[in-house]
Nanobody, 113 residues
Framework: QVQLVESGGGLVQPGGSLRLSCAAS????????MAWFRQAPGKQRELVAR???????NYADSVKGRFTISRDNAKNTVYLQMNSLRAEDTAVYYC???????WGQGTQVTVSS
C-alpha cells in the first residue's frame, strides 16, 4: 500500500515561514491529485491546497498569496511552502494523494509568539 510521511512542522512566530514535505512510498506521477488539508481542534478538516496533474492548482481563500504547493515527481515528494504565517494557521496538516484516497499521519504547525 502507498504511505505518505509528512515532515517540517513545528513552532513558528507570526509572520514567519515554514516548509512542509510529504514523502510518498509510491509515485506522485501527474495522474495523481496531491493536496494538503489541515484540521484545528474543534474544527472540520479543510482543504488548504490542491495540485492536479494537468497543472491546475487551487488554494483556500485564507491562504492565497501566502502558501505554495509544489511537486518533485522524481523524488516522490510534495511540498507546502507557508509564508506570512498567522496564528489562525495553527493546525495539524495532512498530506493527501488520490485516487485512491491516501492520507499521511499529519504534522503539527503552531504559529505563536
Amino acid at each position: 500500500q502507498v504511505q505518505l510521511v509528512e515532515s517540517g512542522g513545528g513552532l513558528v512566530q507570526p509572520g514567519g515561514s515554514l516548509r512542509l514535505s510529504c514523502a510518498a512510498s509510491g509515485s506522485i506521477f501527474s495522474m495523481y491529485v496531491m493536496a494538503w488539508f489541515r484540521q484545528a481542534p474543534g474544527k472540520q478538516r479543510e482543504l488548504v491546497a490542491r495540485s492536479i496533474g494537468s497543472g491546475s492548482i487551487n488554494y483556500a481563500d485564507s491562504v492565497k498569496g501566502r502558501f505554495t504547493i509544489s511537486r518533485d515527481n522524481a523524488k516522490n515528494t510534495v511540498y507546502l511552502q507557508m509564508n506570512s504565517l498567522r496564528a489562525e494557521d495553527t493546525a495539524v496538516y495532512y498530506c493527501y494523494r488520490g485516487p485512491p484516497a491516501t492520507w499521511g499521519q499529519g504534522t503539527q504547525v503552531t504559529v505563536s509568539s
